[in-house]
């Protein structure tokens, strides 16, 4: 892939790596390329990061047609950059653009993109504990039209961030409210998609949880409203009586990297993982019983997330006490360690920029 070079004359002064929070800053550059129909991906440039123009009839505006992914970039010890399953988060995009019938980024031509900009971008890779570089890879309709139909034209970007913890509160165990109102996705939708229509869908709930003093919002399923699917930001894992058990990939949930990461540590530890429909009932009543030893959330931004309490239907679970799980800690420690290069990776997941 040929791409154009624009260096910034006006380069940023880079933010306190001890407070950067999370997407709140932004580097010095961005990727941008474009695609036409007949034509194909073309004019791939890095280019000061900055406003992007668009005409009021532009279709993304109307019909929504966006697909986006999150990965991240990590400074080991050495100096070293690496990144974690990059062609996986490729390979994500291209099923979240399928669905949309929006134009499919080739696996290589997204690695690559990624690689170039980070590359060009490393100084920007922060060094302090616990921080990393947040990849933001895009894509949207750009065709000016009224009308519903796949655009012609898109624009694929990519931006970066450089950030901390995504929780405030760290590895402090989150609350979380079980949403029975709302649901976030059904089987045929768009549930597996990564795609922006699903997180605004979203916002009413996690809007009444913050309320009612809860972090995330826990999803169950949008037919039965009976089955636990996946936490707004993460996907979601559970560990009772000594198994662990997660919601099943089967069009309603989103693929996580750090889920598919997770669940072959967990077995490769003799867990035994099941990927199953399990009700919530079934999850509650496994809580009161003192059968519901762990919970954990597993996402790109928060990589582990420990679960510390669930509320459903004016009923409190209280998990591990509140505090973080031993198997919770392990199962973090082991893939941040892989990607800031503090443990060996003897899976072949990390690549170094």
């Not at 941040?336 to 290069?341: A, R, V």
Request: aromatic content about 12%; charged content about 25%.
């Amino acid at each position: 892939m040929e791409i154009r070079y624009e260096k910034t004359t006006a380069p940023k002064q880079k933010p306190d790596e001890k407070a950067l929070g999370f997407g709140k800053y932004f580097t010095d550059h961005m990727f941008v390329m474009d695609y036409t129909e007949g034509e194909g991906w073309h004019d791939a440039a890095i280019v000061p990061y900055g406003p992007i123009e668009l005409d009021p009839a532009t279709l993304v505006l109307h019909y929504a047609q966006e697909t986006f992914e999150g990965l991240k970039a990590y400074r080991a010890e050495n100096g070293e950059i690496k990144l974690f399953r990059p062609e996986m988060n490729a390979r994500r995009m291209i099923n979240s653009n399928r669905r949309l019938c929006m134009a499919e980024v080739p696996e290589e031509m997204f690695v690559e993109a990624v690689r170039k900009l980070v590359d060009f971008e490393r100084d920007w890779v922060p060094s302090a504990p616990n921080t990393s570089l947040y990849i933001r890879p895009f894509e949207f309709a750009t065709e000016c039209a009224v009308g519903v139909h796949a655009s012609r034209k898109y624009k694929f970007v990519i931006i970066l961030s450089p950030v901390g913890a995504y929780y405030a509160t760290g590895l402090a165990p989150v609350k979380i409210y079980v949403e029975d109102e709302f649901v976030r996705a059904v089987k045929g939708g768009t549930g597996f998609a990564k795609c922006g229509g699903n997180y605004a869908a979203s916002i009413a709930a996690q809007t009444k949880a913050a309320k009612l003093g809860y972090s995330q919002v826990l999803w169950l399923d949008g037919v039965h409203r009976k089955y636990v699917e996946e936490v707004g930001t993460m996907n979601v894992m559970f560990k009772i009586d000594g198994e662990i058990y997660t919601a099943p990939i089967d069009g309603s949930v989103l693929p996580g990297i750090t889920r598919d990461s997770s669940i072959r540590v967990l077995k490769e530890w003799g867990y035994k993982v099941n990927e199953t429909n399990l009700a919530i009932d079934d999850l509650m009543a496994a809580a009161r019983e003192g059968r519901l030893e762990e919970a954990f959330g597993t996402g790109t931004a928060a990589v582990i997330s420990p679960v510390g309490e669930l509320y459903f239907k004016g009923e409190t679970a209280v998990i591990n006490g509140g505090n973080i799980g031993s198997l919770t800690q392990k199962l973090y420690d082991t893939l941040t360690g892989i990607q800031w290069g503090r443990l060996p990776d003897n899976y072949g997941w990390t690549q170094t920029v």
